[in-house]
C-alpha cells in the first residue's frame, strides 16, 4: 500500500494521503490527519481521517481549512483507543 505525507503549511505536521483509509499512521498521536478516498460518498471518514474523494466536496476543489471543518464533525474511530490507547481524541 503506498501512502504519501503531505505538508499544507511548513509550520504544520504532515499529512498522511493514501487511497484506503486507515486507523494509525506516522504522526497521529500529534494530530496529523490521513485523507483517503477508495470508498466514494459512501462514509465521510471520522475525526482524524478524512474521506476527500471529489464526491464528497461536491466535485468542487477544497481548502486545507475546509477538511479540516468537516473532519471536526465527524464522529472518532471506535478502533481508536485500540489503535492508539491512552490517546483522547475526543478533545481534539
Given at each position: 500500500m503506498?501512502?504519501?505525507?503531505v505538508?499544507?503549511?511548513?509550520?504544520?505536521?504532515?499529512?498522511?494521503?493514501?487511497?484506503?483509509?486507515?486507523?494509525?499512521?506516522?504522526?497521529?498521536?500529534?494530530?496529523?490527519?490521513?485523507?483517503?478516498?477508495?470508498?466514494?460518498?459512501?462514509?465521510?471518514?471520522?475525526?482524524?481521517?478524512?474521506?476527500?474523494?471529489?464526491?464528497?466536496?461536491?466535485?468542487?476543489?477544497?481548502?486545507?481549512?475546509?477538511?479540516?471543518?468537516?473532519?471536526?464533525?465527524?464522529?472518532?474511530?471506535?478502533?481508536?483507543?485500540?489503535?492508539?490507547?491512552?490517546?483522547?481524541?475526543?478533545?481534539?
Amino acid at each position: 500500500m503506498d501512502f504519501l505525507e503531505v505538508r499544507d503549511d511548513p509550520e504544520r505536521l504532515p499529512n498522511t494521503l493514501c487511497h484506503y483509509p486507515m486507523v494509525t499512521w506516522n504522526h497521529s498521536k500529534r494530530g496529523a490527519l490521513q485523507l483517503f478516498g477508495h470508498v466514494d460518498h459512501n462514509w465521510k471518514g471520522t475525526r482524524n481521517s478524512v474521506n476527500v474523494g471529489v464526491d464528497v466536496f461536491d466535485y468542487k476543489p477544497v481548502r486545507f481549512e475546509d477538511i479540516q471543518f468537516l473532519a471536526k464533525t465527524l464522529p472518532v474511530n471506535m478502533h481508536w483507543p485500540d489503535a492508539e490507547p491512552g490517546l483522547d481524541l475526543e478533545s481534539r
